[in-house]
T-cell receptor, first 112, second 114 residues
C-alpha cells in the first residue's frame, strides 16, 4: 500500500494562477480531508469529505474548491492563487471521521 | 481564539531522560484527545490518544495523562531517544463529531540530545 500520496511535493505559483493539488489514497478510506499548516500555527482544516460525492467546508475554506468523484481521489483546487495561500498542505484519510487519520507527505506551495 | 494551546514552542532533553509535553484546552465540549508526531518534510503520524472517560493511556514509552478539571493533558516519553526529535501536535475534538471537528495546537518541537 502506498498510503496517502500527494503531488506535487513543491510548487511555485504567481498571484492569480490556478492549480490543483492532488491527493490519492489506496486504503479504501471514506473520510478524506485537506489541511494547511502555516509557521507557528497548528494544522487547520480546509475541506473534508465523508465519501464520494460528499464534501463540506472546514475552518478555512475560502479560496479553495474540492470535489470527490471517487473514493480514492480528493483534489484541492486553487482558482486564483494569493500570497496568503503560501503554506504547506496536507491531505489525510481515515475509515470514517471517528478513526484516526493517515496523513500524506505534504505539498509545499509558494505564491509570489 | 485558541481552543488548544501548546505554550512551549520547543523543548530540549537529554537522551534517556523523560520528555513532558503539555497541552491545555479551553473548550469543555472536547472529550477526545490525540497526539501526532511530525518529522520535517513528512506528514504528521498518529502517536497516542485518550478519551475523557480515562485519565491515563499508555503505549510503550509513551503515556498521555488527562486532567479534565484543569483542562490539561500531557505526553510523557520515557526514556527519550534521539529518534523522538520531532514536532508534537496536540489535537482534540468533541464527541459530537470526529475529525471534521478536530482542532490542533501549534505544536512543540522536541529535541533529544545524545
Amino acid at each position: 500500500n502506498a498510503g496517502v500520496t500527494q503531488t506535487p511535493k513543491f510548487q511555485v505559483l504567481k498571484t492569480g494562477q490556478s492549480m490543483t493539488l492532488q491527493c490519492a489514497q489506496d486504503m479504501n478510506h471514506e473520510y478524506m480531508s485537506w489541511y494547511r499548516q502555516d509557521p507557528g500555527m497548528g494544522l487547520r482544516l480546509i475541506h473534508y469529505s465523508v465519501g464520494a460525492g460528499i464534501t463540506d467546508q472546514g475552518e478555512v475554506p475560502n479560496g479553495y474548491n474540492v470535489s470527490r468523484s471517487t473514493t480514492e481521489d480528493f483534489p484541492l483546487r486553487l482558482l486564483s492563487a494569493a500570497p496568503s495561500q503560501t503554506s504547506v498542505y496536507f491531505c489525510a484519510s481515515s475509515w470514517d471521521s471517528q478513526e484516526t487519520q493517515y496523513f500524506g507527505p505534504g505539498t509545499r506551495l509558494l505564491v509570489l | 481564539d485558541q481552543q488548544v494551546k501548546q505554550n512551549s514552542p520547543s523543548l530540549s532533553v537529554q537522551e534517556g531522560r523523560i520528555s513532558i509535553l503539555n497541552c491545555d484546552y479551553t473548550n469543555s465540549m472536547f472529550d477526545y484527545f490525540l497526539w501526532y508526531k511530525k518529522y520535517p518534510a513528512e506528514g504528521p503520524t498518529f502517536l497516542i490518544s485518550i478519551s475523557s472517560i480515562k485519565d491515563k493511556n499508555e503505549d510503550g514509552r509513551f503515556t498521555v495523562f488527562l486532567n479534565k478539571s484543569a483542562k490539561h493533558l500531557s505526553l510523557h516519553i520515557v526514556p527519550s531517544q534521539p529518534g523522538d526529535s520531532a514536532v508534537y501536535f496536540c489535537a482534540a475534538h468533541p464527541s459530537q463529531g470526529g475529525s471534521e471537528k478536530l482542532v490542533f495546537g501549534k505544536g512543540t518541537k522536541l529535541t533529544v540530545n545524545p
